[in-house]
Nanobody, 115 residues
Framework: QVYLVESGGGLVQAGGSLRLSCTAS????????MNWHRQAPGKQRELVAS???????NYTDVVAGRFTISRDNAWNRVYLQMNSLKPEDTAVYYC?????????WGRGTQVTVSS
């Protein structure tokens, strides 16, 4: 069974920082592309950042330069460092991968940015 467990969300003032973590189990973590998505109230879930097995990263335009995705294959973890947070970053953040052709999701962690 594949499990993805997120942590690190919370309430922060605009301009502040948070670091999200996702711990994976049940997969050969190092070979998979890992993603962070987010879903704000009333909006569709969107892809925020990705990191592939080689460490190459991609970001959606609205977070590029503020967020950094990284991974630690020794600990089966992927991180999302979020700096210069804005109220519009408020959302539930989900860890995601696709293993054996199936989307795998964590339960999400709430990030709330106050103005």
């Amino acid at each position: 069974q594949v499990y993805l467990v997120e942590s690190g969300g919370g309430l922060v003032q605009a301009g502040g920082s948070l670091r999200l973590s996702c711990t994976a189990s049940g997969i050969n973590f190092k070979i998979y592309t890992m993603n962070w998505h987010r879903q704000a109230p009333g909006k569709q879930r969107e892809l925020v950042a990705s990191i592939n097995s080689g460490g190459a990263t991609n970001y959606t335009d609205v977070v590029a330069g503020r967020f950094t995705i990284s991974r630690d294959n020794a600990w089966n973890r992927v991180y999302l460092q979020m700096n210069s947070l804005k109220p519009e970053d408020t959302a539930v953040y989900y860890c995601h991968t696709k293993a054996w052709g199936t989307d795998r999701w964590g339960r999400g962690t709430q990030v709330t940015v106050s103005s």
